[in-house]
């Protein structure tokens, strides 16, 4: 006598208990909620911490208001970069091309508006949206060639990309005018601010807005169906696929998220300075990239934060030693390009030695031991 044997892969779980493969996402099941708006448990902390950064630029001097410029616009690339490698799992060593690439977007829309005499309040924005938009374009692009590769290969790929962009931009010089870069107008405050309103504070509040922004959404992106469909394709590709996840599609949009916020960072980082050069976009900027959300917490948004901050004080590390040394030419030449990425390296290794998780990790598990409410095991 042959019995029937139900078909387990189709069985429906009994009431009350999730299926065996919906328990390969994390989070709640169907999309409920858990605790209240994702998007306002976000807002609140974004909008504290960007009246504290708008308070503390009406108290600094000109230079140091850059800094925060400067840490705000590589804060919207490593917030995205991390996403990409640490919640997905790819590695990219082309992101300092996609800043590029968004950098010279936004320099080539202002002087197309320059030459024909347009002026207007939403001419920046306008820019930055076209850098966000050609650079999703890049990754999209990048993302469908790294859904077939793993490992060094996708390595090989992106890395070439980070070779590939600055030699575009001294091969057609009459578009991007070779190694001199591109020029463009300054941003300037709004009548409104007063005659007399410092231009390094009102650059300071435009990167703000641009980092507050891209931290809002990529950490509802985190928290989402979608980014818990990337932490499951990073743990397990095969598990994925039977949790009916379409693991090439989230790791193309992976990129192109990642690559969004690198125009976005690019853009910013261009406006500082109102002119964009290849040398700006070197392949060491990929390197220190990838350091930066390493050492800061890898997959940790606060982790971002960290590498943001290491990559305006380390980059600023050999002028710094210059000016308080007085050290011989060709010795500060030698400083100027090597130290940054001497120190950064030393950085990773201790960190990578003394706290794994990075700084966001260390500095969770200290406060977690100096917790006053922290209870103790009972024998």
């Given at each position: 006598m042959t019995t029937t044997q139900p078909d387990v892969s189709t069985a429906e779980p009994p009431p009350g208990?999730?299926?065996?493969?919906?328990?390969?996402?994390?989070?709640?099941?169907?999309?409920?909620?858990?605790?209240?708006?994702?998007?306002?448990r976000h807002l609140v902390p974004v909008v504290?911490?960007?009246?504290?950064?708008?308070?503390?630029?009406?108290?600094?001097?000109p230079y140091q208001n850059l800094q925060v410029a400067r840490v705000c616009a590589f804060l919207c690339v490593t917030a995205g970069y991390t996403v990409l490698v640490g919640l997905n799992g790819q590695l990219s060593l082309g992101h300092g091309a996609l800043m590029a690439t968004g950098a010279y977007t936004v320099a080539l829309v202002q002087r197309a508006f320059e030459a024909?005499?347009?002026?207007?309040?939403?001419?920046?924005?306008?820019?930055?949206?076209?850098?966000?938009?050609?650079?999703?374009?890049?990754?999209?692009?990048?993302g469908l060639a790294a859904a077939r590769l793993r490992g060094p290969y996708l390595a090989g790929v992106t890395l070439t990309v980070a070779t590939l962009v600055p030699a575009i931009t001294t091969i057609f010089t009459g578009v991007f005018n070779g190694e001199q870069g591109l020029r463009f107008p300054a941003e300037t405050p709004p009548a409104f601010l007063g005659a007399y309103f410092q231009p390094e504070r009102w650059l300071a509040w435009i990167a703000l807005l641009a980092a507050l922004l891209t931290m809002l959404l990529m950490a509802n992106l985190v928290r989402s169906r979608f980014g818990r469909s990337l932490r499951a394709v990073r743990d397990d590709e095969v598990a994925a696929r039977l949790a009916g996840i379409h693991v090439a599609r989230n790791q193309v949009l992976a990129f192109v998220v990642s690559a969004a916020c690198a125009g976005l960072g690019g853009g910013v980082y261009a406006v500082l300075t109102a002119t964009v050069a290849p040398g700006k976009f070197a392949l060491d900027l990929s390197l220190f990239l990838l350091m930066a959300i390493v050492i800061g917490g890898l997959g940790s948004l606060a982790g971002a934060v960290w590498g943001a901050i290491l990559l305006v004080a380390l980059q600023d590390l050999p002028s710094l030693v210059t000016d308080t040394f007085t050290l011989p030419a060709g010795l500060a030449q030698r400083l100027e390009g090597n130290l940054a990425l001497a120190v950064f390296g030393?950085?990773?290794?201790?960190?990578?030695?003394?706290?794994?998780?990075?700084?966001?990790?260390?500095?969770?598990t200290l406060t977690a031991r100096l917790r006053p409410g922290r209870r103790t095991p009972h024998p």
């Amino acid at each position: 006598m042959t019995t029937t044997q139900p078909d387990v892969s189709t069985a429906e779980p009994p009431p009350g208990r999730p299926s065996p493969l919906r328990r390969l996402l994390p989070g709640p099941p169907d999309g409920t909620k858990a605790g209240g708006s994702t998007l306002l448990r976000h807002l609140v902390p974004v909008v504290l911490a960007g009246v504290l950064v708008v308070l503390l630029t009406n108290q600094l001097p000109p230079y140091q208001n850059l800094q925060v410029a400067r840490v705000c616009a590589f804060l919207c690339v490593t917030a995205g970069y991390t996403v990409l490698v640490g919640l997905n799992g790819q590695l990219s060593l082309g992101h300092g091309a996609l800043m590029a690439t968004g950098a010279y977007t936004v320099a080539l829309v202002q002087r197309a508006f320059e030459a024909r005499a347009v002026q207007g309040p939403w001419i920046l924005p306008l820019s930055l949206l076209a850098a966000v938009a050609v650079t999703a374009a890049a990754g999209l692009v990048i993302g469908l060639a790294a859904a077939r590769l793993r490992g060094p290969y996708l390595a090989g790929v992106t890395l070439t990309v980070a070779t590939l962009v600055p030699a575009i931009t001294t091969i057609f010089t009459g578009v991007f005018n070779g190694e001199q870069g591109l020029r463009f107008p300054a941003e300037t405050p709004p009548a409104f601010l007063g005659a007399y309103f410092q231009p390094e504070r009102w650059l300071a509040w435009i990167a703000l807005l641009a980092a507050l922004l891209t931290m809002l959404l990529m950490a509802n992106l985190v928290r989402s169906r979608f980014g818990r469909s990337l932490r499951a394709v990073r743990d397990d590709e095969v598990a994925a696929r039977l949790a009916g996840i379409h693991v090439a599609r989230n790791q193309v949009l992976a990129f192109v998220v990642s690559a969004a916020c690198a125009g976005l960072g690019g853009g910013v980082y261009a406006v500082l300075t109102a002119t964009v050069a290849p040398g700006k976009f070197a392949l060491d900027l990929s390197l220190f990239l990838l350091m930066a959300i390493v050492i800061g917490g890898l997959g940790s948004l606060a982790g971002a934060v960290w590498g943001a901050i290491l990559l305006v004080a380390l980059q600023d590390l050999p002028s710094l030693v210059t000016d308080t040394f007085t050290l011989p030419a060709g010795l500060a030449q030698r400083l100027e390009g090597n130290l940054a990425l001497a120190v950064f390296g030393l950085i990773l290794i201790v960190v990578m030695l003394a706290a794994p998780g990075g700084l966001q990790g260390a500095a969770r598990t200290l406060t977690a031991r100096l917790r006053p409410g922290r209870r103790t095991p009972h024998p």
